[in-house]
């Protein structure tokens, strides 16, 4: 992250945004946190890093793109009327890792199928809290602490996870820094890798369940994070 803010590859206005209270803050902890995120990651399985990665880099173009509608059924209702939004893209393109990586995780086709749901759905839901800074990232440590309990796979991802959030916490709090739809995408990856890794099919299930409800109700999930 220190790097990212010397240099500023590019023109130093790419990695600057405005937030929600109109301060200008820089976008340097959104690649930081996903390459840590997938790196962390892939010492513990190469499709778990990957997809943690893919889903960084879908973030990083919706963050260039700059589309402003949030939510499932904003994008969907676009793509219906024959737009393709950079929200559409990144759900397309998430869906595709997460489903990808659930393949390669698990080995009943079932399985395969909730897991990629799981982990494409976290990426989507940590998005969606994503509205004031440290909703994302605070959201991932919580959700990813009892991980932290588990052995083997499901604990180290959860370490993946939880670091990259804790370690660009601060910075987010602070509204020195934003970690923007790179770094949200990513740490949401990362954390529905490490419940993959940690469930079986009946886990898988009901995370599946309550994170395809979480993306319908898109709106109500985000007004909620907004009101914290």
């Not at 990651?41 to 778990?48: D, E, G, K, L, M």
């Not at 393949?103 to 909730?114: C, G, I, M, S, Y």
């Not at 993946?160 to 990259?164: E, H, I, K, M, R």
């Given at each position: 992250m220190g790097l990212l803010r010397r240099t500023a590859p590019g023109t130093r206005a790419r990695w600057e945004r405005k937030n929600y209270a109109g301060r200008t803050v820089g976008l340097y902890a959104g690649p930081a946190a996903a390459l840590a995120a997938a790196?962390?990651?892939?010492?513990?399985?190469?499709?778990?890093?990957?997809?943690?990665l893919a889903a960084g880099l879908?973030?990083?173009?919706?963050?260039?793109?700059?589309?402003?509608?949030?939510?499932?059924?904003?994008?969907?209702?676009?793509l219906r009327g024959g737009e393709v939004t950079s929200g559409a893209v990144k759900l397309f393109g998430i869906s595709a890792a997460g489903l990808a990586a659930g393949?390669?995780?698990?080995?009943?086709?079932?399985?395969?199928?909730?897991a990629g749901v799981v982990i494409a759905g976290a990426?989507?839901?940590?998005?969606?809290?994503?509205?004031?800074?440290g909703r994302a990232a605070?959201?991932?440590?919580?959700?990813?602490?009892?991980?932290?309990?588990?052995?083997?796979?499901?604990?180290?991802?959860?370490a993946?996870?939880?670091?990259?959030a804790a370690a660009v916490l601060p910075d987010d709090l602070g509204e020195?820094?934003?970690?923007?739809?790179?770094?949200?995408?990513?740490?949401?990856?990362?954390?529905?890798?490490?419940?993959?890794?940690?469930?079986?099919?009946?886990?898988?299930?009901a995370h599946a369940a309550a994170l395809v409800t979480a993306a319908v109700h898109g709106d109500r999930v985000t007004a909620w994070a907004r009101a914290l």
């Open positions: 790196a962390g990651a892939a010492r513990v399985h190469p499709a778990a890093g990957a997809a943690v879908c973030g990083a173009y919706d963050d260039v793109a700059g589309d402003h509608r949030r939510g499932l059924r904003a994008h969907l209702g676009a393949a390669l995780l698990k080995e009943r086709p079932l399985d395969k199928v909730l990426a989507h839901f940590v998005n969606l809290v994503d509205v004031r800074p605070g959201a991932v440590l919580a959700l990813g602490a009892p991980g932290l309990l588990r052995k083997g796979p499901g604990g180290a991802l959860a993946a996870a939880t670091g990259a020195r820094m934003m970690i923007g739809d790179t770094g949200a995408h990513a740490l949401g990856a990362a954390l529905g890798a490490a419940v993959v890794a940690g469930n079986r099919r009946a886990g898988l299930l």
